[in-house]
Nanobody, 122 residues
Framework: QVQLVESGGGLVQAGGSLRLSCAAS????????MGWFRQAPGNEREFVAAIKWTDGRTYYADSVKGRFTISRDNAKNTVYLQMNSLKPEDTAVYYC???????????????WGQGTQVTVSS
């Protein structure tokens, strides 16, 4: 059984920063990829960032490039999302995701975390 446990969400003013964490347990990550998606009220779940566990290659949505950084700690089986220069439009529930390959498509995600709320005030 695979579990993904997120932490680090909260309320921040525009221009501020937050760091999300996602700890994976269960089956070893080996060749999987992990990433983050987000969903705002009334919107579909959208891709934010992903990282390949084997070589650390990263992928970002255009809307967050240059502001967000995804990273991993292999020893802790944990992935992080450092979010800087936050904007009100970044407000959403952020979900940790694990999939066999790095993907931008939510339907290809095999495991989801429970989600953590990020709210950016203007």
């Amino acid at each position: 059984q695979v579990q993904l446990v997120e932490s680090g969400g909260g309320l921040v003013q525009a221009g501020g920063s937050l760091r999300l964490s996602c700890a994976a347990s269960g089956r070893t990550l080996s060749s999987d990829a992990m990433g983050w998606f987000r969903q705002a009220p009334g919107n579909e779940r959208e891709f934010v960032a992903a990282i390949k566990w084997t070589d650390g290659r990263t992928y970002y949505a255009d809307s967050v490039k240059g502001r967000f950084t995804i990273s991993r700690d292999n020893a802790k089986n944990t992935v992080y999302l450092q979010m800087n220069s936050l904007k009100p439009e970044d407000t959403a529930v952020y979900y940790c995701a694990r999939s066999p390959v790095a993907t931008t498509r939510s339907y290809e995600v095999r495991y989801w975390g429970q989600g953590t709320q990020v709210t950016v005030s203007s």
